[in-house]
Each structure stands twice: as C-alpha cells, then as structure tokens.
C-alpha cells in the first residue's frame, strides 16, 4: 500500500536507509540533501518503507504543485526491490493536478507515456585507466588541453565555496531563468554541508595572474562521482580552462570511482561537449503532467 507521508512524520532512518539500499541509489534522495534544497516536501511510501518516492512541491494561487528544485539533478522512486512504478504515478496524478519532476534512470513506468518526456545526461566509465580516458578525448579538448599548458592554469581543491558561487553567479547564472538570491544561499548551505561531511570536493582553476577562470562542484555517492554545478569565466574563454577543469577532474575520480557523471543535459551543444570526453548517453524520463483548469493550464504550460 502506498501512503503520502509528510516530511515532519517522516521516520528519517527507514526512509534514508532504503534510499541508500535502493537499485537506483543517489546522494538526491537523502532527507538532508532534500533539506537543504528543498522548501516543502514529502513522500509517497511503500508499505515499511520498501520504496519511497520523495516529492517537492510548493503552492500558488491556492493549488499544490510539484516542481523540479535547484541543485538537484534527478529524483523519482527508490525501491530496495522491483515493484511496480505506475502505482507511485497513479497516487502521485491523484494528489496533484500539475506536476513537474525528473525521475532517475533507473525508473521505467509504463504507464501515462504521455506525460513522459526523454531526456539525456552524459555519463563516462571510468574503468579504463587515465591514459586510455584522455586517448578518446577528441582533438578539441585535447587542443584546449595544450592551451591550459600554454598559459599556466593551476588547479586548486580547498577554495571557499563562496569563489565558485559568485563565478557561476556572474556567467551562468545570468543566463538561467527566475534564479534568485536564496537559490544561492540554498547552494551555498548545500556546498558547505557536503564538504563538512566529504560528500563533496570543490575544484577551482586560476590562471597565472592569479584569476578565478573556472571552477565545479563534484558530489560523490558509492562508486559515482556527479558534477552538480559548473561555470567558466565567459569574458577569458581562450585559454582552456573549462576542459582542464573537467579532466583534472576525472584524472583525480578515475582511480576512486566507476562513474563520471557530468551532470548533463539534452541540450544538443551541451550534450555534444560532454561526449568529447568520450561520454554517453544516460536516459531518464521527466515528468510533465498538466490537468489544471482551463484559465491555470495557460498560465503554467
């Protein structure tokens, strides 16, 4: 029997244990990662906590919804064993007239395909050693590997959190739409909890002037390496330094980790970049479902 249980009622233990014993296990599910991106949430319940499927929501003009949050990837059902996915679905479209939500790729419903649209991450194996990784980079980012070298770009691992936030706040974020200061300060909380419990390193690169050129932030859960948020300096794109950041990177996880996980996208341009390290293709489904009245449905389409 599934049951929606609010986040104040929640028993943290059984919930978190079966995110962390779950097939499609990832650092997203916890209750404290929720927390700390999260404004509201709550969680449809299989019977004993068997499978969970936590759900962010929020409220406006007197309707709930559910929304996909900052900072957090991916979502959808964890289950410690096979069950059936549709149910989580049939409650969830029962509670909520709009709801917004990446799933993981482990989740594979086969019911209401018309709410479920195909999307992509890049992922990279990091099986193969180093030298055979950086063999399969294309010659663009080989290339671009030279510029680093040609102008000094160091890399450094114990920045402040602080130094990538205003970075990313000054170039990427002027190009991500409705993100606002406590978003930030979401990220923030996030990025500092996650280095105070090393389940997550900051990576920062300076040029020889001593310049913030670029810089990322890497979860890491099981054998899973997941670059969260990113961003290069816009105005000094010339000297290579969001592909040194990135196999500095990998040549730092290849040794600890299966999975490079660059966060992605299905943004063909994006999508592109990441495979000219030699990624793939990883498919999860995302969730778009729209029964709001007729005047609410033009509104949030």
């Excluded at 097939?23 to 319940?45: A, R």
């Excluded at 068997?50 to 289950?79: D, H």
């Excluded at 909520?96 to 799933?103: A, C, D, K, N, S």
């Excluded at 310049?211 to 961003?231: D, I, P, Q, W, Y």
Aim: proline content about 3%; aromatic content about 14%; some cysteine.
């Amino acid at each position: 029997m599934i049951r929606k249980v609010q986040r104040a009622a929640l028993d943290e233990a059984k919930y978190n244990a079966c995110v962390e014993e779950a097939m499609q296990s990832s650092i997203f599910g916890f209750s404290w990662y929720l927390d700390q991106v999260v404004e509201q949430w709550e969680v449809l319940v299989l019977d004993d906590y068997e499978a969970v499927m936590p759900i962010p929501k929020r409220r406006k003009w007197f309707i709930s919804y559910v929304y996909p949050p900052l900072w957090l990837i991916q979502l959808g059902i964890f289950s410690k064993v096979a069950v059936d996915e549709n149910e989580f679905l049939i409650a969830l479209f029962d509670d909520y007239r709009f709801v917004e939500l990446r799933l993981n790729a482990g989740n594979h419903p086969s019911f209401f395909k018309e709410y479920q649209k195909d999307k992509t991450l890049q992922i990279l194996s990091l099986s193969p050693s180093y030298e055979a990784l950086l063999a399969k980079y294309n010659r663009n980012r080989k290339r671009e590997l030279q510029k680093a070298v040609k102008h000094d770009l160091t890399e450094k691992w114990s920045d402040s959190p602080h130094a990538l936030i205003q970075l990313f706040e000054k170039n990427v974020g002027k190009r991500v739409r409705h993100i606002k200061a406590e978003d930030y300060q979401r990220l923030l909380r996030l990025m500092q909890h996650c280095l105070a419990e090393k389940k997550g390193e900051l990576l920062t690169v300076y040029d020889k002037d001593n310049e913030l050129v670029a810089g990322a932030f890497f979860l890491k859960h099981k054998k899973r390496v997941t670059e969260l948020v990113c961003s290069s300096d816009f105005s000094n794109r010339k000297n290579g330094a969001n592909t040194f950041m990135n196999d500095r990177a990998i040549f730092k996880y290849q040794k600890h980790f299966d999975v490079f996980d660059f966060g992605g996208s299905s943004m063909p341009g994006i999508a592109k970049y990441y495979k000219s390290f030699g990624a793939k293709d990883e498919h999860y489904y995302q969730l778009h479902y729209n029964e709001l009245p007729k005047l609410l449905k033009l509104v949030k389409s």
